[in-house]
């Protein structure tokens, strides 16, 4: 019999919110309260979530100030079947994909004429620029192969609290992101999230280290 994926759905606070809301999720699986506001200064992030989210690796930084305990794991270039292995053991477990949404519900999302001037012209000066224009963080609950579908809970606005439901194939379509980061050097450089994955657990659980997940 499978372990029962349990976890408290909520709204992303914001626009930019879906990573918080995400840690917040998972952190819940475990009985840990997490606050998205709370979490974005944990990060750091506070001048820059609005225009550019927060990447995972600050996610694992600002979640292991507020709780030692808890542990991120990874994965790139991951499976379906990686999915629905970790689902098998009971983790609900993160994506980050190019989210489908209708309508922008928050109205505080950052792009606007300017932004696309400052895109133009780093293309024109050679930087690296970023392609991908809806990276979002969900939580995958099932994956169901004979019927081809993959259940989620997204944050993003009235999504929030009820499941939806994306075909595999547009899933795998759409399972990757990318950023703008900087080096060691401070200088801009290209950064692709293929195929992410990643899960929550206390310290002490290496059932993600045995699955091929590294931790964060």
């Known amino acids: ?9 909520v709204k992303q606070l914001t626009g930019s919110y879906c990573g918080p809301a995400v840690m917040q999720m998972l952190a819940s699986s475990l009985g840990v309260s997490v606050y998205q506001e709370t979490l974005v200064d944990a990060c750091e992030a506070r001048k820059t979530v609005m225009k550019e989210g927060i990447s995972l690796i600050d996610l694992a930084k600002g979640l292991r100030k507020l709780n030692p305990d808890l542990i991120v794991w990874a994965k790139m270039d991951s499976k379906i079947e990686d999915i629905k292995e970790m689902l098998d053991f009971g983790y609900p477990v993160a994506v ?7 309508e922008d519900e928050y109205g505080d999302e950052i792009w606007n004429r300017s932004d696309k001037l400052v895109s133009w012209w780093g293309k024109q000066m050679g930087e690296p620029v970023s392609v991908g224009e809806q990276g979002h963080y969900c939580i995958a609950v099932e994956i169901n192969t004979n019927k081809g579908y993959l259940r989620f809970a997204d944050p993003y606005g009235h999504y929030a609290g009820k499941d939806r439901f994306v075909a595999l194939w547009e899933f795998e379509e759409r399972w990757w992101d990318d950023r703008i980061d900087k080096d060691e050097k401070g200088k801009k450089k290209y950064v692709l999230e293929n195929r992410l994955m990643f899960v929550v657990t206390k310290k002490g659980d290496k059932t993600p280290k045995k699955l091929g997940m590294v931790e964060v």
């Not at 019999?1 to 759905?9: A, D, E, G, W």
């Open 1 to 9: 019999m499978k372990p029962k994926i349990s976890f408290s759905r």
């Open 96 to 102: 980050d994909w190019q989210g489908i949404f209708t």
